[in-house]
């Protein structure tokens, strides 16, 4: 199961995350102070770049939870950053007014919190399993 949830949350901030956000509503936005673009674009590359040593930490013979807080530390950091979000004025709302809502809800927030769940779970089993070698 660790394998399986570390490399979905390595595909959703290499692959999907990416995908959203490389266009006119986040690094193309010229709404959006040029600062703001520069962060968003480091964002991606050290998300990405962590996510890729997940899973390559994910693949190695000896047993670490240092996989799964990568993923938590990216995925978690987001759930923190959404729940927060009314402390410093954020938003999921792209800077036209818009959002990317299924039924009503955004399918990012759902998903990365699912993530994060599993991965907390994940690491738990994991602490449980070394303390009992």
């Given at each position: 199961m660790t394998r399986t949830i570390v490399i979905?949350?390595?595909l959703i901030f290499i692959i999907v995350v990416p995908y959203l956000e490389i266009s006119t509503t986040h690094i193309f936005n010229t709404e959006w102070p040029s600062h703001a673009r520069l962060h968003n674009v480091w964002q991606l590359l050290t998300n990405g770049a962590l996510s890729i040593g997940a899973v390559i930490l994910v693949f190695r013979k000896k047993l670490s939870i240092l996989p799964q807080l990568l993923s938590l530390a990216i995925s978690g950091s987001f759930v923190i950053a959404y729940f927060l979000k009314s402390?410093?004025?954020?938003?999921?709302q792209h800077s036209d007014g818009s959002e990317l809502l299924v039924a009503g809800v955004n399918p990012a927030v759902v998903l990365l919190i699912v993530l994060s769940s599993l991965l907390?779970?994940?690491v738990l089993r994991s602490i449980q399993k070394f303390r009992q070698q």
């Open positions: 979905l949350n390595a402390q410093y004025g954020g938003s999921m907390v779970v994940d």
